[in-house]
């Protein structure tokens, strides 16, 4: 079953705020609360609603952010992932096509911790080889 535009809306609005209660989104989408809800089940049960998560303000974010290409090894992915899992800095790992096979996003709390992530990172056995992209600043955020 497609989504149709009440759904996308109501995504949208728990995209923005997930703990906005069902009587405003109600209020803001011009259908009644028990109809919310029950679409609101119908998104989780359907899977097009994942669950519910925090994301983390400015306060929480490790000020130093960075995204690491990393080339590895044939049949070395687990290996690497299975690394890359023991460094509490290493915040998403995605599997990609072309040139690099995976895409770390790490944060740190200051600039030398980073430089030593991503030299933990290039040695990790399996890892051909990598390249380090340092976040300067953030236009758009949807994820948070």
Do not use: C, W, Y
């Amino acid at each position: 079953m497609q989504n149709d535009e009440t759904d996308l809306k109501l995504i949208a609005l728990l995209s923005e705020n997930a703990r906005l209660p069902v009587a405003d989104l109600s209020r803001r989408l011009g259908i009644a609360r028990t109809t919310v809800q029950a679409r609101i089940d119908r998104l989780l049960a359907r899977g097009a609603i994942a669950g519910f998560t925090l994301r983390k303000g400015p306060g929480l974010r490790a000020p130093v952010r960075a995204t690491a290409l990393l080339s590895i090894e044939p049949r070395a992915a687990a290996a690497v992932v299975a690394r890359l899992k023991t460094l509490p800095q290493v915040e998403t790992v995605h599997t990609t096509s072309g040139r690099f096979d995976l895409i770390v996003t790490l944060g740190a709390d200051t600039t030398e911790d980073l430089d030593e992530r991503l030299d933990d990172i290039r040695d990790a056995q399996g890892v051909k080889s990598s390249e380090s992209l340092i976040h300067l600043s953030t236009k758009i955020d949807r994820a948070g």
